[in-house]
């Protein structure tokens, strides 16, 4: 072989590697991180978006809100689909996690329930209510429970207020702070519970008609895809985030939720 052919052959089996690395690394699924119920039911049409732009996708489902952050700093993750900034802020601050929100998601306005009244006017004196025992979401019920006039908490509370916040609470509300997945059991024994709007969705509640309150769908808490910040600028992320807000998964969100679960982008 002379040399000239040599350097031909070479050049190709080059380029021919170069070309072949990206088709080899798209053969393993990204894995994205859900909780079950609509973010896992959303994910699914997503996946099939994506799969058109040459993503594959594998979608793994949790049933709480603390493991797909840990499995993503983890790397059995390539990205969350589950959690709205202020929560991923706190758990950043928290946990020290090198994350970054790529693109927005959905919105779950937060619900409060009960079977024991029908209005949040005729909670009885002393009445217990369940909270999420984490900052960001227990903080937003009890901004909803302002709203309605039941408590008043300090000026400068904001949205990561505490039960310890509360300045004027006339009906002696008692709250009782419970892991979000737990909230949607604590109906029987509670007379009231705030319920994330997927746990409640799981649980069989609607949250167009069964909730005595509701969040305004205009709020800080819109939900956000996450990935490790050293991966943020890959090519991936970009057709991941494209895939999500396409119109074709805006539909299914309005079909599907018929406004429990509101499109936020």
Known sequence: MSKRQLLK?????????AFALPALAQDKPLKIGVTAGPHAQIFEQVKKIAEKDGLKIQVIEFSDYVQPNAALAAGDLDANSYQHKPYLDQQI????????????TVNFPIGIYSKK????????????????????????VLLVLQDQGLIQLRPNAGLK????DVVGNPKKLKFVELDAAQLPRSLDDLDASAINTNYALS?????????????????????LIAVRTADKDK?????????YQSDAVRQFIQTEFKGSVVPGF
């Open 161 to 164: 207020a505490t039960p310890l």
């Open 203 to 223: 649980a069989g509640l609607n949250p167009g008609k069964d909730a005595i309150a509701r969040e305004s769908a205009k709020s800080p808490y819109v939900n």
């Open 93 to 104: 601050a928290d946990r020290g996690y090198k994350f970054s929100p790529v693109g927005y």
């Open 9 to 17: 052959t070479t050049l190709a089996l080059t380029l021919g590697a």
């Open 117 to 140: 009244v029908k209005s949040l006017k005729d909670l009885p004196d002393g009445a217990k209510v369940g909270i999420p025992n984490d900052p960001t979401n227990g903080g937003r």
């Open 235 to 243: 090519p991936w992320v970009a057709k991941l985030v494209k895939a």
